[in-house]
């Protein structure tokens, strides 16, 4: 079973910031949260990871609670291109083959 | 950055006919890769996980003789769907998880449609 609840769907205006919540109350201390989406009909893309500590890059902003326990996805200015599914997950990084489990995700629709 | 390679990115077949899906690491070696399904509008779900050089683990439910799993090298892992039936119709993803990994994440092939008739 999936370890994250994520809301089924949302929408954001065009320009604006979408902030995408997740919650991982179970979440090990050695586990990453990652983000990825999916565009239809393609593979999922990885947007961004973090253990504990906020992160950013190109793409994305990841904000985590102090207690870890959720999370929340930012993508500073939305656009049209930014309507997929998105998923959060969490897996423990580093040797192995830990797999990736995905729950539901969040369809977000970006609106003109 | 990290490129994963499936083909054929779409596929139609008859009734109890066999087909293989061929996922590929272009730029790195993949020790391990997992083949997921997807039904239409549903999340994907895992299937197996396939390592180099051993046998395929099976999610509970996937039939291990139906879905015949091969990870002869670092760089390639085919699936095959044997005696396909239209309920096997779905979208196929693979993705590669890199040896020696630094930061974890996986990448997934572009993914491949399968239509059995």
């Known amino acids: 079973d999936a370890k994250t609840t994520q809301p089924t769907s949302m929408d954001c205006a065009e320009g604006r910031a979408a902030n995408l919540p997740c919650n991982h109350s179970?979440?090990?201390?050695?586990?990453?949260v990652y983000w990825y989406r999916q565009i239809h009909s393609q593979g999922p893309q990885y947007i961004i990871h973090?253990?504990?500590n906020n992160e950013t890059n190109e793409m994305a902003s990841l904000i985590i609670t102090e207690d870890r326990k959720s999370s929340t996805l930012i993508l500073p200015h939305a656009t049209l291109r930014d309507t997929a599914v998105y998923y959060c997950?969490?897996?423990?990084?580093?040797?192995?083959?830990?797999?990736?489990?995905f729950g539901t995700g969040t369809r977000l629709t970006i609106i003109p | 950055g990290a490129v994963v390679s499936q083909h054929p990115s779409w596929v139609i077949c008859k009734s109890g006919t066999s087909v293989k899906i061929e996922c590929r690491s272009l730029?790195?070696?993949?020790?391990?890769m997992f083949w997921y399904r997807q039904f239409p509008k549903q999340s994907l779900m895992l299937m197996a996980t396939?390592?180099?050089?051993?046998?395929?683990?099976?999610e509970q439910g996937v039939e291990k003789d139906k879905f015949l799993i091969n990870h002869a090298s670092l760089t390639l892992s085919t699936l095959t769907v044997t005696s396909a039936h239209p309920e096997d119709s779905s979208f196929y993803i693979c993705?590669?998880?890199?040896?020696?990994?630094?930061?974890?994440?996986?990448?997934f092939g572009e993914g491949s449609r399968l239509t059995v008739l």
């Open positions: 973090g253990l504990k």
């Open positions: 993705s590669a998880d890199r040896a020696m990994r630094e930061t974890g994440e996986l990448f």
């Open positions: 730029d790195f070696q993949a020790t391990t």
């Open positions: 997950i969490v897996r423990v990084a580093g040797w192995g083959n830990e797999k990736l489990t």
């Open positions: 396939s390592n180099e050089g051993s046998k395929a683990t099976y």
């Open positions: 179970t979440i090990s201390g050695n586990e990453y």
